[in-house]
């Protein structure tokens, strides 16, 4: 028996150690989520779904606010919609000792919508961020054994060569970008929206009252921006029609505490891949105008007069 366990053991100590340096190993190209929760608690953050996720760069941002090692932490909507999950995560995230960060906060009305107001219901209740313990844990043991569902072996090679989550957050997305391509997916990223989510959606005040939390939250560690992604024109028809006064409620969630700025009427100037989701290049360029708009707004940040809220925010 004792020879037994012995050549058992013997032959489990290669699986064993290879299972251990796959977990050293694992970084930011197994998945979109992973390296998100390995990183170091940060300074200055991107939040929302993944229009912030595919369409801010923080360096690009960093580079023109003169800020340093802004950090994208925007997910998914289905996991970082606006509610006490997400608020928490971020808590966690956040280094305490933060006075001068900056935050960009993704706004959008389907980020603060639900088919019910009861956060019990809410689409994150059960996903992996409300269970979550750590979120800064290099390697994090609880997101590969608990949340992460391919095989261990992509950790050496990647998941998706079409997808590549940067160290800095940024979410890459390639694809083809050929119009007949993105028409058609366009096309059913619109449907999708119009048909399974439009029907069902509605504002919801739990969500609201979490992403104030969050701006009240931030707004004590640094600078505050609400802000709206471009998107497609017919996107932005569906979500006028969802929430028809949603400027006027950031508005009124701004107050001293934060800057809304506005590019939603600014779609014909980007490209996007679905309609949703501005492609790489775009991106690119919408967080170099995002940037130079955040550097001219701490500039000016002792004067109101310069401090326009609901406003196309181009610079002249």
């Avoid at 802004?70 to 909507?77: E, I, R, S, W």
């Avoid at 996991?79 to 959008?108: A, H, M, W």
Wanted: aromatic share 12%; glycine share 4%; with cysteine.
């Amino acid at each position: 028996m004792n020879r037994f366990l012995k050549n058992i053991f013997l032959i489990s100590l290669p699986v064993l150690g290879f299972v251990v340096l796959t977990f050293w190993k694992a970084d930011e190209r197994i998945d979109p989520y992973y390296w998100r929760f390995v990183t170091p608690k940060q300074s200055s953050l991107v939040l929302g779904s993944s229009r912030a996720a595919q369409g801010i760069i923080p360096n690009v941002v960093d580079s023109i606010t003169a800020n340093d090692g802004m950090f994208n932490y925007a997910m998914t909507m289905a996991n970082s919609s606006y509610g006490r999950v997400y608020f928490e995560s971020v808590k966690q995230k956040i280094d305490p000792n933060t006075k001068d960060g900056i935050f960009i906060l993704e706004v959008c009305p389907w980020s603060i919508s639900s088919v019910t107001d009861d956060e019990s219901k809410f689409r994150e209740a059960n996903l992996f961020l409300s269970k979550l313990h750590c979120v800064s844990c290099k390697p994090n043991f609880e997101y590969l054994l608990r949340f992460y569902s391919d095989p261990f072996i992509s950790a050496w090679s990647g998941a998706n060569k079409n997808m590549k989550l940067n160290r800095n957050g940024w979410l890459e997305i390639t694809v083809s970008m050929d119009s007949v391509d993105v028409a058609n997916r366009s096309q059913k990223k619109i449907a999708q929206y119009k048909n399974d989510v439009l029907p069902f959606y509605r504002f919801s005040e739990n969500r609201c009252s979490y992403l104030a939390k969050t701006i009240d939250f931030l707004s004590k560690h640094g600078k505050v921006y609400l802000v709206r992604v471009p998107v497609y024109h017919e996107m932005l028809s569906l979500e006028n029609e969802l929430m028809p006064d949603f400027d006027d409620k950031m508005e009124s969630l701004t107050g001293s505490k934060a800057v809304y700025l506005n590019y939603s009427k600014d779609g014909a100037k980007y490209q996007f891949t679905d309609g949703n989701h501005l492609w790489k290049e775009s991106a690119r360029d919408f967080s170099q105008s995002l940037g130079e708009r955040i550097s001219f707004e701490l500039a000016n940040a002792t004067d109101e007069s310069l401090k326009p809220l609901n406003i196309n925010p181009v610079l002249e």
